[in-house]
Structures are given as structure tokens and as C-alpha cells.
């Protein structure tokens, strides 16, 4: 019995740990058909995120000063969210998922810029971009992209 118990919570740990570098304050997606598909069916914008959540310090500290705030949860509820992460450390997403992040970044980010948010329409059109994060709190220009697109 104790065994077909852990059996049964194994998979819920793991897929808790498997989400762990994932932004917490919203629904993110991580699969790109899905988001355009969402966006179709809710008339929304998405607003993509692209990081290297383990080995970009701006993205770190964007995590904790925008996608954190108070204004960013406000805002994210006019937009279809889409995170992309390149991790270098290859055990914090699944082989099929790094595989995907890829792909969508050699098409929507040919540059490797991170952190950098796009904001895309429901057909995948890119309609804005701001790259990078200077690190001193400042997000303002964040928000004024995510206030002209909701």
C-alpha cells in the first residue's frame, strides 16, 4: 500500500519540480501553437518572454522586478503568456521542451537577445519588442510596451 501511494505522488513532485523556473505570478503557456491558438480564442495578444533563467543575472532580476509586481499581474490578464527558456543547465526542462524553446527562438529571436518580450497577435505577427533590462528597477518601459498592446 505505502508503495502504490508513492507510486501515485511521484508523478505530482516531479511535475511541480519540472515547473519550478517557470514565472509564477500568471498562467504561463510554454508551447507556442498552443498560445496562438489561445490568443485566436480569446482575442488577445501574446506576449512572449525569452530567458536563460539559470545564467542571465538581467533576467533573474526582470523575474523579481516586473514579472513580480503588482503592475505586471494587472497588465498580463490582456495577454496570452508565452515562456521561452534556454537554460544552460539542460536538467531543468525536458529534452522535447528545450527542443521547442529552440525552435521558437530561431524563429521569433534570431538575435539570442535575453531578456527580450515580443509582442505577437494571434496570427504570430511580431507587433513590438523590448530587449534587455538594465538592472536598476526601472521597469517602466516594460509596462508602457505591455500598455500599448493590451
Known sequence: MKHLILLLFLPIV?????????ISSSEWLTDYETALTTAKNTNKNVMVYFTGS???????MLKTD?????EFSALSNNYVLLYIDIPMNRDLISAEQLQHNK??????????????????????QELDKYSGYSMNGDISYHLELLQKHK
Open 14 to 22: 516531479m511535475a511541480a519540480q519540472a515547473d519550478k523556473n517557470v
Open 54 to 60: 539559470d545564467w542571465c543575472p538581467p533576467c533573474k
Open 66 to 70: 516586473l514579472f513580480d509586481s503588482a
Open 103 to 124: 525552435a521558437v527562438s530561431d524563429k521569433l529571436n534570431k538575435k539570442n537577445s535575453v531578456p527580450l518580450i515580443k509582442i505577437l497577435d494571434e496570427k504570430g
